[in-house]
């Protein structure tokens, strides 16, 4: 399975140089935000979610399946890779724009987003994207990275038309209270749906024929 | 002992059935996999490998059950296929820090004496190689954690002559150790007729023969004659005819038998390309 880690990492070099860019580019674009520490953290994850996804491509532009179900590789171990390969992702991504973002909160200090503040959004952000990548996965398994592009339009409105209506309804926003105890409630949420994502996709993978 | 034992192999799919293919591969020898594209053989390819799954029958390799003890099996066997390999924005120096942990006895060593003695470049992306790079890269690959079996898919198809040459000189000397074994499919016969001990033809998804390449040039003959001769010829030794403007063309089977048989009719040898013809397009056979 580190083989397979090293396989994607050494592919996914050449769009890591892309990141950086993007990296610096929206560190400007954010600067002239309100809060431009969450709107760059946001965007970032979301970056390295878009790399795991194009992992697969690159897999299935070289036919790689083929390839890796023929060495001592189970397919267990092919689908925990790329669940490893998207938590390495996400957290390398957030750690770095945290960093970011703290410097730069240094010199532009948002009023009301301390430290608490900034680490509640931060780990709200990576379950927001886990919880993404986690429905999208088992999906990419199923269908292959192509058709799973629909998916990801989908299941990014899908939530954004779902508070949206909310809002129309007219309920109000919870209190900031409800909002940091359910913040503190979420990252184990989030890890028992990621399990349940994978144990799909095992599942899945497993049955298919290449 | 056998490297490859397939039994009764079948396998169905909409428009194409796998049927009771039977062959044995015996360690230490290498076997052609011959027949037209979609007769099969990526197919029984796929199933010895477990990318298929098989409907009845039963595949054994190094005498282990091919599904039970894939993981075991698989770390000695090495693997070139006409299609999946790497990535190509990764360079050879890269695949073998990938290899190594993958495949428990990967050789870094010995990989880059395939490299040298290819002269591929370690520090190259593959899209800059070409077609006879890449595969000579992907047979260096296959080559470098000491497998005891070499399946090759269509290995040498798309490659000069000169490439395709070097590589047989390749698989001869791996053939030297008598725990080595190769499975080759190819179509291009003339290849497998230099190299191969025995010869596996499939046909529309079922076995002709799988026989030793020896026996099979031994026992096949092109018997040639005109309209009237043809008349006298047994239908019974009639395996394969084709019938031309000068004459009648007839496959047959125990040649020096039937040299007896027919002593004023000319028999000839025939290469198993044209066997293969024969059965593909012929106007009969049984």
Not at chain 2, 15 to 35: A, D, E, H, R, W
């Amino acid at each position: 399975m580190i083989g397979l880690l090293y396989k994607d990492f050494y592919t996914l070099r050449q769009y890591g140089k892309t990141m950086l860019f993007m990296l610096v580019l929206f560190a400007v674009i954010s600067a002239g935000l309100d809060n431009p520490a969450t709107f760059f953290e946001g965007f970032i994850i979301l970056m390295s979610m878009i790399m795991t996804i194009t992992s697969f491509s690159y897999d299935a532009l070289a036919k790689w399946d083929r390839y890796a179900l023929s060495m001592p590789l189970t397919r267990k171990e092919i689908v925990a890779e790329k669940y490893l390969l998207s938590i390495i992702l996400c957290f390398a991504a957030a750690i770095l724009s945290f960093l970011i973002s703290t410097v730069v909160l240094q010199f532009a200090p948002v009023e009301g987003f301390g430290m608490t503040a900034h680490l509640y959004a931060t780990t709200t952000i990576i379950c927001a994207a886990l919880f993404f990548i986690g429905i999208l996965l088992p999906l990419i398994f199923q269908f292959g990275v192509e058709k799973s592009r629909v998916f990801l339009i989908a299941i990014f409105a899908a939530p954004t038309a779902a508070v949206i209506t909310l809002d129309k309804m007219g309920l109000s926003m919870p209190s900031e209270a409800a909002l940091f105890s359910f913040v503190k409630l979420l990252p184990f949420g989030i890890l028992l749906f990621y399990l349940l994502s994978y144990l799909i996709s095992v599942r899945i993978y497993s049955s298919k024929e290449i | 002992m056998n490297a490859i034992e397939v039994n009764d192999l079948s396998k169905r799919f909409d428009s194409f059935q796998l049927k009771k293919v039977n062959f044995t591969l015996p360690k230490g020898s290498i076997m052609g996999f011959i027949g037209e594209n979609g007769a099969g053989k990526t197919t029984t390819i796929k199933l010895m490998l477990n990318q298929l799954w098989v409907d009845s029958g039963s595949i054994q390799i190094f005498g282990l059950d091919h599904k039970v003890d894939e993981k075991k099996i698989k770390n000695d066997i090495g693997v070139v296929l006409d299609e999946g390999y790497f990535y190509e924005n990764i360079k050879p120096r890269q695949i073998s820090k990938i290899m190594e942990k993958i495949y428990t006895q990967w050789d870094a060593p010995l990989f880059y004496d395939y490299l040298n003695r290819f002269r591929l470049p370690t520090d190259k992306l593959i899209k800059d190689f070409s077609r006879g790079m890449k595969m000579k890269l992907s047979i260096a690959t296959a080559l470098s954690h000491h497998p005891k079996l070499l399946m090759l898919d269509e290995a040498t198809s798309g490659l000069d002559p000169v490439v395709r040459s070097e590589i047989l000189d390749l698989f001869l000397e791996f053939i030297q150790d008598e725990d080595h074994s190769i499975l080759f499919s190819s179509h291009i016969t003339s290849d497998l007729e230099k190299v191969a001990d025995y010869i596996t033809f499939l046909h529309e998804g079922g076995i002709i023969f799988s026989e030793s390449k020896d026996e099979l040039l031994h026992d096949y003959g092109l018997l040639l004659c005109g309209g009237e001769d043809y008349k006298t010829v047994d239908k019974g030794d009639i395996i394969g005819h084709r019938e031309s403007r000068f004459g009648h063309e007839i496959l047959v089977k125990n040649k020096e038998r039937l040299k007896q048989k027919y002593k004023g009719l000319i028999i000839d040898s025939i290469s198993i390309e044209e066997i293969m013809l024969f059965y593909v397009k012929g106007e009969e056979f049984k």
